[in-house]
C-alpha cells in the first residue's frame, strides 16, 4: 500500500513540475511572509517566501499560521492577506463573471487592498476583484475586507468603493457605492447594510498590520528573486473547495482533469459527485461514447416477395 501511495505521489508531482519554469513576466511579489503560506502552481504545491514571484493562475493559500502576508503586483496594487485566506491570481472566469476585469478572486478570509497614487498623466490602477459574496469593482485608495461563509463586510478606509453583491451565485443589485469611512456587511439572510463607520468586532478581527501603514517593499526584491520551495503534489483536499468555486469551475476542470487518473484524487471527486457534476465525464467517460446500433435497428425488413 505505501508503494502505491508514494507511485501516485512522484506521478503527480511529475505531472506538475513542468509548469514550475515559466518565462512570463511576473504579475507579482511576495514582500512579506510572516509565517506559514502555501502556493498551488497547476499541481504542485510550493512553499511562499519573501521574494518569490508570482504568476496568473497561482493560488495564494494563507494557513492558521499565517501571520501577514503581502503580495505588490507589477503596477503598484497591494493585496495584504490575513491568516486562512485563500486567493487566486488573474483567474479565468466564466458565465456573466467573465465581463469583470479581475486582478483576483478571494475564496474566502480577510484581505486589505491598497491602490497607489497614479501621475495624472496616467490611467488610475483597476482594483476589481471578486468574492463569492460581491465583487468589487473598484477601489479608489484602500479598502478592508472579510469573507466568510455566511458572512460579508467591506469597510472603504480611505476613498470610495464600488461593489456589486451576489446571491445564489448571481448579481443580486445594482452596484452599491460604500463611501470613505463607510462601512458594509452582510450577515446570513439579513438584508445588507452600510453604516457610518466599522464596528469595534470587525476591527478586532483584523490583523495588527492592517490597522497600520507599512510602506511598499516592492523595490527589495526587483533584482532578487527567490525560488520556492516544492512541498509536494496537489491531493484532492487542497483543491476541493476551488473545485466548487462559482464561476471558476470550468477553469479548474480543464486544469485539473489529468489528476483523476490518480486513485486518490479520484476517489475524492468521486465521493462528492453531486456538488461537481461536470467532473462527471472525466471519472466515467465510457457513459458519454457514442453507442453502437442496435441488431433492432441494423436489421432491414424483407422486400415483398423475396425469399430472403
Known amino acids: 500500500m ?81 491568516p486562512e485566506s485563500r486567493a487566486v491570481l488573474a483567474p479565468k472566469f466564466s458565465g456573466d463573471r467573465a465581463r469583470l476585469a479581475a486582478r483576483f478572486g478571494l475564496l474566502k478570509g480577510v484581505l486589505k487592498l491598497t491602490v497607489p497614487t497614479a501621475p495624472s498623466a496616467l490611467p488610475p490602477t483597476v482594483a476589481s476583484f471578486a468574492t463569492p459574496a460581491f465583487d468589487v469593482t473598484g477601489v479608489a485608495r484602500s479598502a478592508v475586507f472579510i469573507v466568510q461563509a455566511g458572512e460579508s463586510f467591506a469597510f472603504a478606509e480611505s476613498g470610495n468603493l464600488s461593489l456589486q453583491e451576489r446571491v445564489g451565485g448571481k448579481p443580486a443589485a445594482a452596484t452599491t457605492t460604500v463611501r470613505n469611512g463607510e462601512f458594509f456587511a452582510r450577515v446570513g439572510e439579513a438584508k445588507s447594510a452600510i453604516t457610518p463607520r466599522p464596528t469595534p468586532a470587525f476591527i478586532q478581527r483584523l490583523p495588527r498590520p492592517f490597522l497600520d501603514t507599512l510602506p511598499s517593499r516592492a523595490a527589495l526584491f526587483k533584482a532578487r528573486e527567490v525560488e520556492p520551495k516544492v512541498l509536494g503534489p496537489l491531493v484532492f483536499a487542497d483543491a476541493e473547495d476551488w473545485i466548487d468555486a462559482e464561476g471558476l469551475r470550468p477553469y479548474f476542470l480543464a486544469r485539473w482533469k489529468a489528476l483523476a487518473r490518480d486513485p486518490a484524487f479520484r476517489e475524492g471527486v468521486a ?24 441488431a433492432t435497428a441494423s436489421y432491414q425488413t424483407p422486400r415483398q416477395g423475396s425469399t430472403y
Do not use: C
Not at 512570463?24 to 511572509?33: D, G, M, N
Not at 459527485?273 to 453502437?292: C, G, N, T
Open 2 to 82: 505505501k508503494n502505491v501511495v508514494w507511485t501516485s505521489a512522484l506521478w503527480l508531482l511529475g505531472l506538475a513540475l513542468p509548469a514550475l519554469g515559466w518565462a512570463a513576466a511576473p504579475l507579482a511579489t511576495v514582500t512579506i511572509a510572516d509565517g506559514e503560506a502555501v502556493m498551488i502552481r497547476e499541481a504542485t504545491r510550493l512553499q511562499l517566501a519573501e521574494g518569490v514571484r508570482l504568476a496568473p493562475g497561482d493560488l495564494i493559500e494563507a494557513t492558521t499560521k499565517t501571520r501577514f502576508l503581502r503580495i505588490e503586483f507589477a503596477d503598484g496594487l497591494i493585496l495584504d492577506l490575513g
Open 271 to 294: 465521493a462528492n459527485l453531486r456538488a461537481h457534476p461536470e467532473w462527471d465525464r472525466i471519472l466515467y467517460p465510457e457513459k458519454y461514447q457514442p453507442k453502437p446500433p442496435s
